[in-house]
T-cell receptor
């Protein structure tokens, strides 16, 4: 079947760096997306990796290794406002996006 | 440029009633996706539509649920004879034809079934 696995919860300290991993099992996989969702809010797009390697956008970076079926989201200089759930998602074989269950990021002062 | 719009934001229904959720995609977007989310859970894909076409409805329950995206007007997710288990947040997202991987989400409709 098609699935994406990510940790349910990660805890970090304000100002630190945190990495959220995502492993996947899908057929016809064409890249990995990351979304952020604050409590009570809607998901917002963060990044998309179509090719292997690291993509950097400000404090957030995303990495993909298609040979390892693995990717991660890296958040640097953590701020309290980064407390949210983070979802990885990838295109399935039926024109739809398959989503991981989400990682809740808890940031402590 | 207005984002994805959904209404109503909150909807309360009694068991057995019908719920109609509306979604207007971003201007220029022709692809619409509906998702359901339970508290503390991830997004569950329901259906993917283009104008006047259902492309993929593999995530839709076989009964009571239907979706449409007419030539004119918003996309509609319709739930007939609602039950308590239908209580959830329903999100709509849209993307341009080339942008499956970057979807823009509406604020969601919180459905509560009493």
């Amino acid at each position: 079947g098609q699935s994406l696995e990510q940790p349910s919860e990660v805890t970090a300290v304000e100002g630190a760096i945190v990495q959220i991993n995502c492993t996947y099992q899908t057929s016809g996989f064409y890249g990995l997306s990351w979304y952020q969702q604050h409590d009570g809010g809607a998901p917002t797009f963060l990044s998309y990796n179509a090719l292997d390697g690291l993509e950097e956008t400000g404090r957030f970076s995303s990495f993909l290794s298609r040979s390892d079926s693995y990717g991660y989201l890296l958040l640097q200089e953590l701020q309290m406002k980064d407390s949210a759930s983070y979802f990885c998602a990838g295109p399935g074989s039926n024109y739809q996006l398959i989503w991981g269950a989400g990682t809740k990021l808890i940031i402590k002062p | 440029n207005a984002g994805v719009m959904q209404n109503p934001r909150h909807l309360v229904r009694r068991r057995g009633q019908e719920a109609r959720l509306r979604c207007s995609p971003m201007k220029g977007h022709s692809h619409v996706y509906w998702y359901r989310q339970l508290p503390e859970e991830g997004l569950k894909f329901m259906v993917y539509l283009q104008k006047e076409n259902i492309i993929d409805e593999s995530g839709m329950p076989k009964e009571r649920f239907s979706a449409e995206f007419p030539k004119e007007g918003p996309s509609i997710l319709r739930i007939q004879q609602v039950v308590r288990g239908d209580s959830a947040a329903y999100f709509c997202a849209s993307s341009p034809p080339s942008g499956l991987n970057e979807q823009f989400f509406g604020p969601g409709t919180r459905l509560t079934v009493l």
